[in-house]
Nanobody, 125 residues
């Protein structure tokens, strides 16, 4: 079973920052589209940020200019730098790997074949 290893969640005050990491096996990471999703309590899962096979990124309007998604191909690692965090960013964050290449990011969750276990981000006032 493919395992994505996430880390970096935690509790911070509003205005703080966190960096999430997701390590994927090389055979599914290489050239694959990847994204971060989140799901708050009682809310639907939503796409937060994604990066396609060519490095083109896409962000949800709610996080634009605050979050940055990057990938380190040498380490098979996906990152999400989260700055200026707000209480409404509180959620479980999931790394998702499509397992295939793509042009353009989709936030359709069932387009992604592999998922991390989730890491909790809590932002207090």
């Amino acid at each position: 079973q493919v395992q994505l290893v996430e880390s970096g969640g935690g509790s911070v005050q509003a205005g703080g920052h966190l960096r999430l990491s997701c390590i994927a096996p090389g055979d599914i990471y290489k050239g694959s589209c990847m994204a971060w999703f989140r799901q708050g309590s009682g809310k639907k899962r939503e796409g937060v940020a994604g990066i396609d096979s060519y490095g083109v990124t896409r962000y949800a309007d709610s996080v634009k200019d605050r979050f940055t998604i990057t990938r380190d191909n040498a380490k098979n690692t996906l990152y999400l730098q989260m700055n200026s965090l707000k209480p409404e960013d509180t959620a479980m964050y999931y790394c998702a790997v499509m397992g295939t290449s793509c042009t353009g990011v989709t936030f359709t969750w069932d387009a992604y074949r592999y998922w991390g276990q989730g890491t909790q981000v809590t932002v207090s006032e």
